[in-house]
């Protein structure tokens, strides 16, 4: 029986420890920062806090102590908020072996760096007496709580090692979780996060009832954006065109239980960014974070991402929704297709 450690137990966490416990073959750890949480889910076998109402299997068990959950552990699945992930792996740093499987699932960016999070993970286990961790990115369309109830769903496994796209691939899949390999982990990751930003945007449109041309309209754009970026930082532009790129950002816009674009329809609807994060009860919207990087990333590369512009407006600098929206609107003629 293989071990496999969650660093996170929030909702994503928790659903692909759902995932790998109802396999039969893993012995699944999660770590959890609240001690509440870790007595949920090993006294009722389920995350009350983060995932109510989805059973997690005997063979998941929940601890604080992240020595304890990465004793031993063959694959290491981290799931934590983004600003969180350096300070963690310098912690989890002397108890990882060498060459142990690292997968992050993370669909976020690291604010002050504007390193990716494969990046983070590396350079927070950066050691000279060892051979580097093996990591790879995560991503593609999947709310924890669908994943969790055994809807089919698809995602991809991006990394450079063989080795690890095929572990992964195989130990990650079942007859409800479809796992695709990717050897293109810019493109992976930087998919996974810029699409956040596009959701709080077509959340944005929802609270001021605008209809379905715009969120296409959005899309469709935000998708040009997230590629142009992608392709201007090493990745490849089909990688935008599948499960982490246009797959999760259809997802994220269009689906009621996307937290970026909740916050997005409450923005639209009047309410200011700290109140709507207040009333998040610890969840996170990756897409508030990444915004200030996905900016950076554009401005050092030369690149004009006018969506993502004004949602760091909106969200940063208190610019009303309606005055970026007319602004989009109101921008220089373009040929759609670049040149």
């Known amino acids: 029986m293989s071990q496999i450690a969650i660093i996170g137990a929030g909702a994503w966490g928790t659903g692909l420890a759902v995932v790998l416990g109802r396999k039969g073959s893993h012995r699944v750890r999660i770590?959890?920062?609240?001690?509440?949480?870790?007595?949920?889910?090993?006294?009722?076998?389920?995350?009350?806090?983060?995932?109510?109402?989805?059973?997690?299997?005997?063979?998941?068990?929940?601890?604080?102590?992240?020595?304890?959950?990465?004793?031993?552990?063959?694959?290491?699945?981290?799931?934590?908020?983004?600003?969180?992930?350096?300070?963690?792996?310098?912690?989890?740093r002397t108890f990882i072996r060498p060459r142990t499987l690292i997968v992050s699932a993370t669909k976020g960016l690291e604010e002050g760096s504007l390193l990716r999070i494969s990046e983070v993970i590396a350079d927070a286990l950066k050691r000279d007496d060892s051979l580097p961790p093996l990591v790879g990115a995560l991503s593609g369309p999947s709310f924890a709580q669908e994943v969790a109830r055994g809807d089919p769903t698809a995602i991809t496994i991006a990394s450079q090692s063989a080795a690890l796209l095929s572990t992964i691939q195989q130990e990650f899949s079942d007859t409800s979780f479809r796992v695709y390999t990717n050897s293109?982990?810019?493109?992976?990751?930087?998919?996974?996060?810029?699409?956040?930003?596009?959701?709080?945007?077509?959340?944005?449109?929802?609270?001021?009832?605008?209809?379905?041309?715009?969120?296409?309209?959005?899309?469709?754009?935000?998708?040009?954006?997230?590629?142009?970026?992608?392709?201007?930082?090493?990745?490849?532009?089909?990688?935008?065109?599948?499960?982490?790129?246009?797959?999760?950002?259809?997802?994220?816009?269009?689906?009621?239980?996307?937290?970026?674009?909740?916050?997005?329809?409450?923005?639209?609807?009047?309410?200011?960014?700290?109140?709507?994060?207040?009333?998040?009860?610890?969840?996170?919207?990756?897409?508030?974070?990444?915004?200030?990087?996905?900016?950076?990333?554009?401005?050092?590369?030369g690149l004009e991402m006018p969506i993502t512009e004004q949602m760091h407006a909106i969200l940063h600098e208190g610019k009303s929704p309606k005055e970026a929206l007319q602004e989009l609107m109101m921008r220089t003629g373009k040929s759609e297709i670049a040149t």
């Open 31 to 92: 770590w959890a920062h609240e001690l509440d949480v870790c007595d949920s889910i090993n006294h009722q076998h389920v995350n009350e806090r983060f995932l109510p109402g989805r059973p997690l299997p005997e063979a998941v068990t929940a601890s604080n102590d992240l020595a304890s959950v990465l004793e031993g552990a063959q694959v290491i699945v981290s799931v934590m908020p983004s600003q969180h992930c350096r300070a963690l792996f310098a912690r989890m």
């Open 184 to 301: 293109d982990i810019v493109g992976v990751e930087l998919g996974g996060a810029l699409k956040n930003i596009i959701a709080i945007a077509a959340g944005i449109c929802d609270g001021l009832g605008l209809g379905h041309n715009s969120i296409a309209a959005l899309i469709t754009r935000g998708l040009a954006e997230m590629t142009r970026l992608a392709v201007a930082c090493g990745g490849r532009a089909e990688t935008m065109s599948g499960l982490a790129g246009l797959g999760d950002l259809v997802l994220t816009c269009t689906g009621g239980l996307s937290r970026n674009r909740s916050v997005g329809v409450e923005l639209g609807r009047g309410k200011n960014l700290p109140e709507i994060i207040a009333g998040m009860h610890g969840m996170v919207a990756e897409g508030v974070f990444t915004t200030t990087a996905a900016v950076g990333l554009a401005r050092a590369r």
